[in-house]
T-cell receptor, first 115, second 110 residues
């Protein structure tokens, strides 16, 4: 089945130790999103790529970076994780980034814990 | 201001009951999404609506554009329906960016 796949499902890292989360998609969608979801809260958009065009949300900390080497893969890098970065990180895709209605397809998420 | 409100925040129902979750939003939209998230899990897209009504199995989603309101109904609820249901909208002019409601936590008991 065409999917949005996130690896790993669970990631544990140490305070301040860089960590990378990965997302891949077989849908050939142009747009890929990264969301952060803390416990009992709504997902919060960190950034998205429209093709190779990177779009950062104004309140996304500088500690968070992203790479999209090709259509299928997108990475979330956290340079120096703090305790407040412990959360579920969700990747999603949509066919286009235009102004019409766009379905979004979500991965299962990576739950990040900080020791 | 672009806002999405859901009610109720928490809902407990017995198996077989008809369930309604409500979502209202502040300004014009290009689409509204209903999403499902099981505890500790990822998000599954249930419906995307821009008008009218959609049905999939025991789930029905409706939207009233004039009233800026949508409902998600679950008929003959089952314990496996227990999850958080999230309303998310694409406000007009914000491209594909979603604004999320805070979710409704549903618990269906035997």
């Amino acid at each position: 089945d065409a999917m949005v796949i996130q690896n790993p499902r669970y990631q544990v890292t140490q305070f301040g130790k860089p960590v990378t989360l990965s997302c891949s998609q077989t849908l050939n969608h142009n747009v890929m999103y990264w969301y952060q979801q803390k416990s009992s809260q709504a997902p919060k958009l960190l950034f998205h790529y429209y093709d190779k065009d990177f779009n950062n949300e104004a309140d996304t900390p500088d500690n968070f970076q992203s790479r999209r080497p090709n259509t299928s893969f997108c990475f979330l890098d956290i340079r120096s994780p703090g305790l407040g970065d412990a959360a579920m990180y969700l990747c999603a895709t949509s066919p286009e980034g235009g102004f019409g209605s766009q379905p979004q397809h979500f991965g299962d998420g990576t739950r990040l814990s900080i020791l | 201001k672009n806002e999405v409100e859901q009610s109720p925040q928490n809902l407990t129902a017995q198996e077989g009951e008809f369930i309604t979750i409500n979502c209202s939003y502040s300004v014009g939209i290009s689409a509204l999404h209903w999403l499902q998230q099981h505890p500790g899990g990822g998000i599954v897209s249930l419906f995307m609506l821009s008008s009218g009504k959609k049905k999939h199995g025991r789930l029905i989603a409706t939207i009233n554009i004039q009233e800026k309101h949508s409902s998600l109904h679950i008929t003959a609820s089952h314990p496996r329906d227990s999850a958080v249901y999230i309303c998310a909208v694409q406000f007009t002019g914000t491209a594909s960016k979603l604004t999320f409601g805070t979710g409704t936590r549903l618990q269906v008991t035997l």
